[in-house]
């Protein structure tokens, strides 16, 4: 009897054992359960912050977050107002104009560009046309000077047009001339630079040809900017761009939407 009763004591303590055990053992998984799904959750919000910010997003959280969204919501662009551009020049463009040529430099020091033309319809401006451009080699200068290699930023009238080639559908008043010809010691990639030209109203009369050498603001100031054929690399201070853009702009700039231009580098352009 005693060898028995020691037998169930011992039983029963190893059963008491097994039990604890196996009460420590769902404890401890479920512990490890709750650490792998906050572990989880961090993890897939540390991704979704790594995404929105290389979507050009924010990775704030929290109010934060909310504030950014905020400032988002309130830099949605104006569509009463040509894109990119900053109050000085936003202002400066005539109120009449209704067809805007914007020409946006990828920087101070570059001759890379992209040129959009933007058609206005009742308050609204709406994109129409874009194509990539070159300007002024050296890039540009709010004080453009003779031989500087650079293009006036600013805001100008378009007002004619002309070049070595005819342009019957162009609406602008258009000089054909073979005066518009590169001079033989300009490279030969040149050659076709001015087959059309628009001429932009910086330090011109207008109303003339492109090839009137009238400079009201003095020699100094240079002049003779014009939109022309690209040839693939920067220019003397004028604005190319491909012969697709020069066509269609020929055809659609109407003097009677009193055309102008917006150029300059993209800092230069959004300048407050």
């Known amino acids: 009897m005693r060898d028995m009763r020691g037998s169930g004591v ?5 059963d008491g054992r097994a039990v604890s055990a196996r009460t420590r053992a769902r404890t401890t998984t479920r512990a490890a359960a709750r650490t792998a799904k906050t572990a989880a959750a961090g993890a897939t919000a540390a991704v979704l912050a790594v995404t929105l910010a290389a979507c050009g997003g924010s990775a704030a959280t929290g109010k934060d977050a909310g504030k950014a969204r905020g400032d988002s919501s309130a830099r949605k662009q104006d569509p009463t107002r040509v894109p990119g551009v900053g109050d000085p020049l936003q202002q400066r463009i005539p109120r009449d104009a209704r067809q805007v040529v914007a ?3 990828q ?3 570059s001759a890379d560009a992209t040129v959009r033309l933007y058609t206005k319809r009742g308050p609204n401006w709406h994109k ?6 070159h300007n002024g080699r050296k890039g540009w200068t709010p004080d453009h000077e003779e031989g500087d290699k650079r293009s006036p930023v600013g805001v100008f009238t378009l007002s004619d047009a002309g070049g070595v080639l005819p342009a019957p559908d162009a609406k602008l008043p258009y000089t054909n001339s073979a005066d518009f010809t590169p001079p033989s010691y300009w490279p030969k990639k040149t050659r076709h630079d001015f ?3 628009i001429a932009v109203n910086y330090n011109r009369v207008k109303g003339t040809s492109p090839l009137d050498p009238t400079r009201p603001q003095g020699q100094s100031k240079g002049g003779s900017i014009w939109l022309h054929m690209d040839h693939g690399s920067g220019t ?5 761009l491909p012969k ?3 066509e269609y702009l020929l055809r659609t700039l109407d003097p009677d939407k009193q055309p102008a231009v917006v150029m300059g580098d993209k800092a230069a352009l959004a300048a407050r």
Do not use: K, T
């Open 107 to 109: 920087g101070e020091n």
């Open 236 to 240: 003397s201070g004028c604005v190319s």
């Open 103 to 105: 020409v946006y430099g």
């Open 244 to 246: 697709s853009g020069m």
């Open 128 to 133: 129409d046309r874009s194509w990539p451009a």
């Open 195 to 197: 087959d059309h030209v």
């Open 10 to 14: 011992r039983g029963a303590a190893r």
